[in-house]
T-cell receptor
Framework: GENVEQHPSTLSVQEGDSAVIKCTYS??????FPWYKQELGKRPQLIID?????GEKKDQRIAVTLNKTAKHFSLHITETQPEDSAVYFC??????????FGAGTRLFVKA | ETGVTQSPTHLIKTRGQQVTLRCSSQ?????VSWYQQALGQGPQFIFQ???????GRGNFPPRFSGLQFPNYSSELNVNALELDDSALYLC??????????????FGPGTRLTVT
């Protein structure tokens, strides 16, 4: 069945450094790739997304890249801040309705 | 914060009972998806409702069922509760177009505990 693998499961960086989270999906029909940030006890929050006809998208300090051939996509956060500390989930959507999430990456930004 | 709301916030049920969870979608959205999030894991897709019909389903048994109403709000019903059903249940609303329903915005969730 469809699967999304996410690495690493935990990431610790110094404030101001960059953080990179990588995901791999299995369903070649997947065409939409959102990223969510979930703080403790709160709802997942959509932070950036990319569609399959685009290779890269940037929004201020965050960017996402997509390699359809390799079925890889990545989240890049630059100039990290303590408030970036949270769990980040990647996801892949198929058919416009079924969204498969990765297991999450717990990001710690040390001040 | 999104305009998606869920009720109740917390719920404790006994194994074998039935439960109904509710979700109000964001204004302008016509599609609701439901997810189960176990502790320390990513959300798992249960099903999606569009125009009051189930539009797709994940790997969940038939005792998980749902409804969508004309105002696009939705219910998730779970029968014959099992201990493993204990989780955070999230709904997410989106706007479907001819190409699908993409950007999803989550509600705060309902924490269900089955004892």
């Amino acid at each position: 069945g469809e699967n999304v693998e996410q690495h690493p499961s935990t990431l610790s960086v110094q404030e101001g450094d960059s953080a990179v989270i990588k995901c791999t999906y299995s369903d070649s029909a997947s065409n939409y790739f959102p990223w969510y940030k979930q703080e403790l006890g709160k709802r997942p929050q959509l932070i950036i997304d990319i569609r399959s006809n685009v290779g890269e998208k940037k929004d201020q300090r965050i960017a996402v890249t997509l390699n359809k051939t390799a079925k890889h996509f990545s989240l890049h956060i630059t100039e990290t801040q303590p408030e970036d500390s949270a769990v980040y989930f990647c996801a892949a959507m198929t058919g416009g309705f079924k969204t498969i999430f990765g297991a999450g990456t717990r990001l710690f930004v040390k001040a | 914060e999104t305009g998606v709301t869920q009720s109740p916030t917390h719920l404790i049920k006994t194994r074998g009972q039935q439960v109904t969870l509710r979700c109000s979608s964001q204004s302008g959205h016509n599609t609701v998806s439901w997810y189960q999030q176990a502790l320390g894991q990513g959300p798992q897709f249960i099903f999606q409702y569009y125009r009051e019909e189930e539009n797709g389903r994940g790997n969940f048994p038939p005792r998980f069922s749902g409804l969508q109403f004309p105002n696009y709000s939705s219910e998730l019903n779970v029968n014959a509760l099992e201990l493993d059903d204990s989780a955070l249940y999230l709904c997410a609303s989106s706007l479907a177009s001819g190409y699908g329903s993409y950007e999803q915005y989550f509600g705060p969730g309902t924490r269900l505990t089955v004892t």
